[in-house]
């Protein structure tokens, strides 16, 4: 076996890697340090979720008490949307202002005898389902003059029209809802009362088909979250997508295609460091084996190129090793610099120079095989069915020269045998 070779290589990921992970242990210590990070941001997600509903349903109590009350709240200004301490700031402000409001209507009941009132007030003071909350309602309706003759009836239409929100939703009703449905039941007359049924029956309807949408929405997030890689290259897109699932930004077309380009880039560069690491792989195992090399590039597998390697005892002669990544194979010939005045007839030299080099490529590649960077022979010629490459002066690098013309014990060719 001699001659130019075309070898078709596969590199071994699991082999590869675990070569790498036994000489780069900060690894470990990188993921680990992503991990705690990744911790952290699930408990600031989780404290700002709460606290936005706890905001949520301070803003649905006070708006409950002063509809009641028939008395103006003061509401604080509105927080921004990540802002975690102004968030429950602002939900500290909203009760305070529901008690000092449900206080003053206390008062003026109070001062009035209305015993009827001061109840549907006390039932709306805290958080209700939507039958409790249509009772206060109907209490309240009794309780003023020109109200409905009969709120009860209603109570039963809006009960039902209710009873289609998605069960979620069943003790937290939006604002809007409730004011409509306090609206429908002290409606002074059934035409308008009417109205704001099919008004309450639409609004609904379309609660449910947003809490429908926010559902797949959450579902597709979750899909897009477990397709990542757990890598650094896609961790930006990744908090993105863990603010689309805290409800704190919506799932756009854009951040689709990012986590599409996030995921590709992180695979291209995967297949970029395994071609690295094949390199490297083929540099090390060259050295190991007592080969000189000009220097095996870490690009090598990824762009493609061309290296040289020789030994000391075969003189002037190398091993020239192109490699094209698109086809996955490694053409290796021997070639020797032209030099003035050398013998006509170099077959023999070139025979031995073939013999010795392809003498120690089974070694060769058994070796790169267990580092991860398996080789199978697709092409060869017998010895002496191709003359040695002859390049012209300067092509061999010279660095590479220097050290074989430099080794204080080289063998002639011709005296050769096998590494």
Known sequence: MSGPKTLEYHILDDVLAQIEREREGSRLAEAERREYERRLQEGERKRLAAAR???EEAER???RIARMAGKPAVLPAAPKRDDIAAIEAYARALSAEAARVEASARAALAQAADALGAQALQQLAAPKSAAELLDAYCAQARAQRGAAEAPEARRE???????????QAANSLPPDLEALMAEMIAAPGEARAEALELELRLRVQRFNDERARR?????ETDALLASLADAAATDAVRQDLELVRAGMAPLTDALRARVRDAQAAFEAQLAEERRERAARALDATLHDLGYA???????????GGVAHFNKAEWGDYYVRLRVDPGEHTVNVNMVRERKEGEAADLRAADQAAETSW??????????LAARGLEMKLQRHLAAGAAPVQVVEAGAIPAALRARIETATSAPKARSMGPP
């Open 215 to 219: 559902e797949r929405e959450l579902a």
């Open 358 to 367: 392809c003498d120690g490529l089974p070694r060769l590649m058994q070796t």
């Open 293 to 303: 090399t000009d220097g095996i590039d870490n690009t090598l597998f990824v762009e």
């Open 53 to 55: 509903a706890a905001a």
């Open 61 to 63: 109590r006070l708006a």
């Open 157 to 167: 239409r809006a009960l039902r029209i209710l009873g289609r929100l998605a069960a």
